[in-house]
C-alpha cells in the first residue's frame, strides 16, 4: 500500500468461517490485551493495532507499511497462539484490505457480521477494544480515524433502521434453543454458572420465561448481586456439583480459559442424579464444559456454534431491516473514502509542487552558474521563467488529482508513484471527517494559481 491508500489490514476468525475449537485457541482474556497488543505492533510492517475478542470473534486491526509483509508476519502470530500450523489455520482465516477492511468494521460494529442480527453487545466490545489499544498507545491516527466512523455507522444503523427493536443477544438466542428442547420453564431448575455480562442477559431473560434460578460464581459476592437482581438463588461455588445434581439445564458463561465443567466433575454429578437427563448449554469462549462430557449417559451438551440455526431463523425475520443496515454502511465506505482521499490530496499536491518547482530552478540555478556574465535582471528572468515553466505544467496534474472521481484512490496514488513523491499524509481526526475544507484548502489555493500561470 501507499500513502494514498487506507492502510488498513484485518486478519481474523469469526463463527462464519471457524468451529468454537479454534476460537477458542485464539481467545485472548481481557488482562492480556495490553501484552498482546504491544506484540501486534512489534510485527514487522505493523504501525498501530486493535483487537477484538468476543465469543464469535477474534479480529486484528493494523495500520501498516507494507500490507503483504504485515499479513504474513499476523497470520504466524496467529498460528503460533493457536498452536497450529499457518496452512491449519489459513482454511479458516480471512482477511481483508484497505476499503474492504474499512466495510467490515463498519459491518461489524453494526453488527450486521454477528451470529444474532443486531445484538446490541457488539457495539460496546468495539468500543472497548478501541479504548484499550488508546491507552495502551497502539491506536493511531489510522485506526482512531475508521473507529470512530464506525461508531458513529453504528448508531446511524440503530437509529434509521428498526435493526435495534426489540433487541435480541446471543443468551437470548440460547434461552430461545433450550426453549424448543423444553418447550417451557415451568418447574425447571436452571443453573446459570458465572455472573458476568452473557450470565447477566440469561438471566433477564429466564426470569421472562417464570424458570426457577440457581446463580453459582467464584466470586460469591457477584453471584449474590446477580441472584438479588433477578430474584434468583445464589449457591456457593464449592458445592458447583450439588448445584449441577440439584439442576435440569445449567448455561455457562465463565471467563474461565479452562473447563470448569469438566467430564469427570460431569461423570460424578450423573451418578448422584441417577441418570437423570441433564442439558448443559456452554455459551462460553473458551469453553466451560469439557466436550467430552456431552458423550455422557443423560447429558446432552451444546456449545455456542449450536446457536447458528436459531441465529439463522432470526435473522431470516429481519432480511429488511439487514438490507436497510447495509445500505447504510455501503453509503457511509463511500463517504469515509471520499474524506480520506480529500486529506490525501492536500499533502501530495504540496510534495508534487516542491518536487516540480525545485527541479526548475535547480536547472535555472545551473545554467546561471554557467553563465557568471548574466546581469541580476537576466537571472531573475531565468528564475521566473522556469517558476512559469513548472507551474503551466503542473496545472493539469493537479487539476486531474481535484477532480478525480474514481471509487479508489488511484489517481493520488499514480501521482505519488510516477514522482517518487514522499508524503506525509493528513489523517482524520475525531472532527467531522466530511468537512475535508481544512485539509484541502491549500491544494485548492495551488490550483488557482498555477490556473492563473497556465493561462499567461
Not at 339 to 345: K, M, P, S
Request: net charge neutral.
Amino acid at each position: 500500500m501507499g500513502a494514498s491508500a487506507i492502510d488498513v489490514l484485518i486478519l481474523g476468525v469469526s463463527h462464519r468461517t471457524a468451529p468454537v475449537a479454534m476460537r477458542e485457541r485464539l481467545a485472548v482474556i481481557p488482562e492480556a490485551i495490553d501484552a498482546t497488543l504491544a506484540d501486534l505492533t512489534a510485527l514487522p510492517s505493523v504501525r498501530e493495532a486493535v483487537l477484538i475478542s468476543t465469543c464469535n470473534r477474534v479480529e486484528i486491526y493494523v495500520a501498516v507499511e507494507d500490507a503483504d509483509r504485515a499479513a504474513q508476519a499476523l497470520a504466524e502470530a496467529l498460528a503460533q497462539r493457536a498452536g497450529v500450523t499457518s496452512l491449519e489455520l489459513g482454511a479458516h482465516l480471512y482477511e481483508r484490505r484497505d476499503i474492504e477492511a474499512v466495510q467490515h468494521l463498519f459491518r461489524v460494529a453494526s453488527s450486521l457480521d454477528s451470529l444474532v442480527l443486531g445484538e446490541p453487545q457488539i457495539l460496546g466490545q468495539t468500543k472497548q477494544a478501541h479504548d484499550a489499544a488508546v491507552r495502551g498507545g497502539t491506536a493511531g491516527a489510522v485506526l482512531n480515524a475508521c473507529f470512530q466512523r464506525a461508531f458513529r455507522v453504528a448508531r446511524r444503523v440503530r437509529r434509521e433502521t428498526a435493526i435495534a427493536r426489540n433487541p435480541v443477544s446471543v443468551s437470548s438466542v440460547a434461552i430461545e434453543l433450550v426453549r424448543q428442547v423444553f418447550g417451557d420453564f415451568a418447574g425447571r431448575q436452571v443453573l446459570v454458572v458465572g455472573a458476568g455480562k452473557m450470565s447477566e442477559l440469561a438471566a433477564r431473560t429466564l426470569r421472562t420465561h417464570g424458570a426457577t434460578l440457581t446463580v453459582t460464581n467464584r466470586t460469591r459476592a457477584r453471584a449474590d448481586e446477580l441472584a438479588r437482581r433477578f430474584g434468583a438463588t445464589a449457591s456457593d461455588w464449592e458445592d458447583l456439583s450439588g448445584a449441577l445434581t440439584r439442576a435440569d439445564i445449567v448455561i455457562a458463561s465463565t471467563g474461565a480459559q479452562r473447563p470448569v465443567l469438566t467430564h469427570a466433575m460431569l461423570a460424578q454429578v450423573q451418578r448422584a442424579r441417577r441418570g437423570r437427563p441433564l442439558f448443559l448449554l456452554d455459551i462460553a469462549v473458551p469453553r466451560d464444559v469439557e466436550p467430552e462430557a456431552g458423550k455422557l449417559s443423560g447429558v446432552y451438551l451444546a456449545d455456542i456454534d449450536n446457536l447458528q440455526k436459531v441465529a439463522d431463523e432470526h435473522r431470516e425475520g429481519r432480511k429488511s431491516e439487514a438490507a436497510e443496515g447495509e445500505a447504510i454502511v455501503e453509503q457511509e465506505v463511500g463517504r469515509f473514502v471520499k474524506a480520506w482521499r480529500g486529506r490525501q490530496l492536500a499533502p501530495t499536491v504540496t510534495a508534487l509542487r516542491s518536487h516540480v518547482l525545485g527541479v526548475a530552478q535547480a536547472e535555472a540555478t545551473r545554467i546561471v552558474a554557467a553563465m557568471p556574465s548574466l546581469g541580476e535582471r537576466e537571472r531573475r528572468a531565468l528564475s521566473d521563467l522556469a517558476d512559469g515553466i513548472a507551474k503551466k505544467l503542473l496545472h493539469l496534474p493537479q487539476m486531474a488529482l481535484r477532480n478525480d472521481d474514481s471509487d479508489g484512490l488511484s489517481m493520488v496514488a499514480a501521482v505519488q508513484r510516477l514522482f517518487s513523491l514522499q508524503v506525509v499524509a493528513a489523517v482524520a481526526t475525531e472532527a467531522d471527517p466530511d468537512e475535508d475544507g481544512g485539509e484541502t484548502g491549500n491544494a485548492v489555493e495551488h490550483v488557482a494559481d498555477d490556473k492563473k500561470a497556465a493561462g499567461r
